[in-house]
């Protein structure tokens, strides 16, 4: 790891000008060929040209920082894709991939275990716990600037996430990214938590950074994100805030998914979460290249909105 990487994207989250990320992998990959309930972590070891391709992209686009494709590379999701004993080279080897974009900040992706505790179903919080710990050191031995916990839909699994992560990696700044819904009462996310409570106890437990990502419309996120913005400040937590939405309502079909919002639209969003406070901006699901570039031409060169 470069001297001087962590310091530096440490003050990028703790304010200052905004931090621009990557938009979609996982779409770009689908693009690209990556067939449905294939697990993009396997094109890691089989494809990396195509990943580093994606992750060139959104440089090329203006992202400073881009993702690491192991959203999926915890044991206990690669264990469901017959990948468990290859987490430590899927990890590493993604890291190095992601570097060879030429991206300022490399951030390790982490995303939920697709489990569930009880009585929705069966997860064991300390298997959750070992298998973000061994991503977590994972990523951190192959030199990431810092690691992005991400589409968690339950507070407790952010919290177990979070906590095993800077236990395998303390001088690392962990960012934690919710996904919430709208409901008539506000934004929650499926098991209930609110952003106001997600944020308080994020903050509390050491989050560099707290938001949210997926799900929900760049339009949406627009009342989210301040929200955020309010709950953080309302504690006294000095923390930025990510906001990642999709890009637009996903539109299905016989062709598969396709996402009907222009790049311009997105920006436009964008660029009033900034205005709002929102520190740390980029895309989810449907966002390609051409939204992070039409967001940084938004920015302009010094990288504030206007």
Known sequence: MPAGVVSELGARLGGGLPLLLDGGLGSMLIAAGLRAGEPPERWTLERPAEVVAVHRAYVQAGSEAVHTNTFGANAIRLGRAGLAQRGHEINRR??????????RFVLGDVGPSGEYLPPVGKADEGRWREAFFA???ALAGAGVDGLHVETMSDLREAVAALESLREAAPELPVMVSLTYERRRRGFFTVMGDSPARAAAELGTRGAAAVGANCSITSAEMRALGPELVAALDARGRLLAVVAQPNAGQPLVS???VSYAQSPDAFADDMVALIQAGVRIAGGCCGTDPSFIAALRARLGPQGQAP
């Open 254 to 256: 016989s062709a598969g």
């Open 94 to 103: 993604a890291v190095e991939l992601a570097r060879q974009a030429g991206a």
């Open 135 to 137: 991503q977590g050191q």
